[in-house]
């Protein structure tokens, strides 16, 4: 997965921008549901219907509800906001007070003067307030943090792998490839995998390995361990190289790049040729736990509004 695009979001007003409209919107003391805020809130931000679609860095949730859902969750935390029954907010007599004298914003800093929220934010299992964990005055909310925190491991890991497949030696390579390949499930077994890819005499690797485990189709494989760009006249070699080794389809790998004109050439032809450059590589590699362990894992849950529902 790339990396988070800040950019890509910066018509979608953070969450703690949104704590301030939410709660005026509650002015009226009546219930709304959290569909009605995020209506009422594009509406007065100007959001567009792609803007309200955007996702997350997960590629799950729409942004705009993650961010009210979460301005919604703090206001409540801070009993500015209660929720009489499922699904549904309204104004609590604390929250009339804040509106009547509005601030010119509300934001976590804010609502760390309310004991209720100090209390949910402190970590569970301790009662000194020294022991709480700092407030981080990001303007993402805590899931998006943990994504792009994600994210940034995932990268930074990405590039110490490459070069150390880089630094390898030309077997390694050779061994490395093969592993990559059984682990996406192509080649059958490692043995049958390691007898059909070979070393190509230019620091890289040759062959033909099957598509399945029945091997009813095959794929053509060059893995090239350069450090300068792959240009159009290798991958056109390769395209070339395909009918002579009775594949119809093509993988070339590379530990460098591919230049913009190898990358027009590919969607020009018949063949079809995958190219991977070394960033790509090393993400399959990660992604397949080839060169790499797991260390932690963490699971992050949501309340399941279905069970509570009452027949």
Same mark, same amino acid.
């Given at each position: 997965?790339?990396?988070?695009?800040?950019?890509?979001?910066? =018509?979608?007003?953070?969450?703690?921008?949104?704590?301030?409209?939410?709660?005026?919107?509650?002015?009226?003391?009546?219930?709304?549901?959290?569909?009605?805020?995020?209506?009422a809130l594009a509406a007065r931000f100007g959001?567009?219907?792609?803007?309200?679609?955007?996702?997350?860095?997960?590629?799950?949730? &729409?942004?705009?509800?993650?961010?009210?859902?979460?301005?919604?969750?703090?206001?409540?935390?801070?009993?500015?906001?209660?929720?009489?029954?499922?699904?549904?907010?309204? %104004?609590?007599?604390?929250?009339?007070?804040?509106?009547?004298?509005?601030?010119?914003?509300?934001?976590?800093?804010?609502?760390?003067?309310?004991?209720?929220?100090?209390?949910?934010?402190? &970590?569970?299992? =301790?009662?000194?307030?020294?022991?709480?964990?700092s407030v981080t005055t990001s303007n993402e909310?805590?899931?998006?943090?943990?994504? /792009?925190?994600?994210?940034?491991?995932?990268?930074?890991?990405?590039?110490?792998?490459?070069?150390?497949?880089?630094? $390898?030696?030309?077997?390694?390579?050779?061994?490395?490839?093969?592993?990559?390949?059984?682990?996406?499930?192509?080649?059958?077994?490692?043995?049958?995998?390691?007898?059909?890819? $070979?070393?190509?005499?230019?620091?890289? /690797?040759?062959?033909?390995?099957?598509?399945?485990?029945?091997?009813?189709?095959?794929?053509?494989?060059?893995?090239?361990?350069?450090?300068? &760009?792959?240009?159009?006249?290798?991958?056109?070699?390769?395209? $070339?190289?395909?009918?002579?080794?009775?594949?119809?389809?093509?993988?070339?790998?590379?530990?460098?790049?591919?230049?913009?004109?190898?990358?027009?050439?590919?969607?020009? %032809?018949?063949?079809?040729?995958?190219? %991977?450059? $070394? &960033? =790509?590589?090393?993400?399959?590699?990660?992604?397949?736990?080839?060169?790499?362990?797991?260390?932690?894992?963490?699971? /992050?849950?949501? /309340?399941?509004?279905?069970?509570?529902?009452?027949?």
């Amino acid at each position: 997965m790339v990396g988070y695009d800040r950019g890509k979001f910066m =018509t979608i007003p953070d969450y703690q921008s949104l704590m301030l409209p939410l709660l005026e919107l509650a002015g009226d003391q009546l219930e709304h549901s959290v569909r009605e805020a995020m209506d009422a809130l594009a509406a007065r931000f100007g959001l567009t219907d792609a803007d309200r679609r955007e996702l997350l860095p997960s590629g799950r949730t &729409p942004a705009f509800y993650n961010r009210v859902s979460w301005a919604k969750t703090y206001v409540q935390k801070a009993g500015l906001l209660e929720s009489p029954r499922r699904g549904t907010f309204r %104004i609590t007599p604390s929250g009339m007070q804040v509106i009547s004298t509005p601030p010119p914003r509300i934001n976590i800093a804010y609502l760390e003067q309310f004991p209720e929220f100090v209390e949910f934010r402190r &970590p569970r299992g =301790t009662s000194n307030r020294a022991t709480e964990v700092s407030v981080t005055t990001s303007n993402e909310t805590p899931e998006v943090s943990l994504e /792009i925190a994600y994210q940034r491991v995932r990268e930074d890991l990405f590039a110490e792998l490459l070069q150390m497949v880089k630094a $390898g030696s030309a077997q390694f390579f050779e061994q490395l490839v093969v592993d990559l390949l059984v682990g996406m499930g192509y080649g059958g077994t490692r043995q049958d995998a390691g007898k059909a890819v $070979g070393g190509s005499g230019d620091g890289g /690797i040759d062959g033909v390995i099957n598509e399945d485990l029945l091997g009813l189709d095959t794929v053509y494989i060059q893995a090239k361990r350069w450090d300068n &760009p792959v240009g159009r006249p290798e991958v056109q070699r390769f395209a $070339g190289a395909l009918q002579g080794n009775r594949s119809r389809k093509g993988v070339l790998l590379t530990t460098s790049s591919f230049s913009k004109s190898a990358w027009e050439y590919i969607s020009t %032809i018949d063949s079809k040729i995958v190219l %991977i450059d $070394g &960033p =790509t590589l090393a993400q399959l590699m990660v992604d397949h736990n080839v060169g790499v362990s797991a260390v932690a894992s963490y699971e /992050i849950k949501k /309340i399941n509004s279905d069970y509570f529902t009452e027949s």
